[in-house]
T-cell receptor, first 114, second 115 residues
Framework: KAGVTQTPRYLIKTRGQQVTLSCSPI?????VSWYQQTPGQGLQFLFE???????NKGNFPGRFSGRQFSNSRSEMNVSTLELGDSALYLC?????????????FGQGTRLTVV | AQSVTQPDIHITVSEGASLELRCNYS??????LFWYVQSPGQGLQLLLK??????LVQGIKGFEAEFKRSQSSFNLRKPSVHWSDAAEYFC?????????????FGPGTSLSVIP
């Protein structure tokens, strides 16, 4: 069974640009969560999508958005990039059944904003 | 407020030595507890989890953790560390009342292993 796939693995963007990251969850998983990981702030929850709907959202500005498609693949978009957006962005996939809270992480996308 | 603390930012052990990584949590409801490991440049891999039942939980790679409600702790242990265990370790806590998106991660403990 294939794991969680995130693309691209590495990305370099300029301040002010926008970026789209992609996450393909494990087959059959309906929930996709996104996290930002930085040395200073650690792992911070961005948002979760379940069945194409945003189910929960963390404390990030509106520049961070996402969506989920009918095949459960998810994309995350960051507009008007700032230097502080440089981070490892991790996607986590889970069945979405609230009785099973185990999630599986992808390898992440390393975003560098210059 | 809900929180997870990992008192040790960095730990260095010799290969073959025993290991204990500390985790303390503050959570109002019955917790679900996890330990994840992250190798450099990689995502997080689940080592073990505690939902209920036996408070001593066995995980992958020879790791185990013990849930102590009275101390609000969930320490990770390994009797003999291998060089490949060098990585970042994260303790995390969630509850049955919320889905995985509400899991809170600790700041992590970086483990170095001396050959």
């Amino acid at each position: 069974k294939a794991g969680v796939t995130q693309t691209p693995r590495y990305l370099i963007k300029t301040r002010g640009q926008q970026v789209t990251l992609s996450c393909s969850p494990i087959s059959g998983h309906r929930s996709v969560s996104w996290y930002q990981q930085t040395p200073g702030q650690g792992l911070q929850f961005l948002f979760e999508y379940f069945s194409e709907t945003q189910r929960n959202k963390g404390n990030f500005p509106g520049r961070f958005s996402g969506r989920q498609f009918s095949n459960s693949r998810s994309e995350m978009n960051v507009s008007t990039l700032e230097l502080g957006d440089s981070a490892l962005y991790l996607c986590a996939s889970s069945p979405g059944d609230r009785r099973n809270t185990e999630a599986f992480f992808g390898q992440g996308t390393r975003l560098t904003v210059v | 407020a809900q929180s997870v603390t990992q008192p040790d930012i960095h730990i260095t052990v010799s290969e073959g030595a025993s290991l204990e990584l500390r985790c303390n949590y503050s959570y109002g409801a019955t917790p679900y507890l996890f330990w994840y490991v992250q190798s450099p440049g990689q995502g997080l891999q689940l080592l073990l989890k505690y939902f209920s039942g036996d408070t001593l939980v066995q995980g992958i790679k020879g790791f185990e953790a013990e849930f102590k409600r009275s101390q609000s702790s969930f320490n990770l242990r390994k009797p003999s560390v291998h060089w490949s265990d060098a990585a970042e370790y994260f303790c995390a806590v969630g509850t049955l009342k919320t889905s995985y998106d509400k899991v809170i991660f600790g700041p992590g403990t970086s483990l170095s292993v001396i050959p």
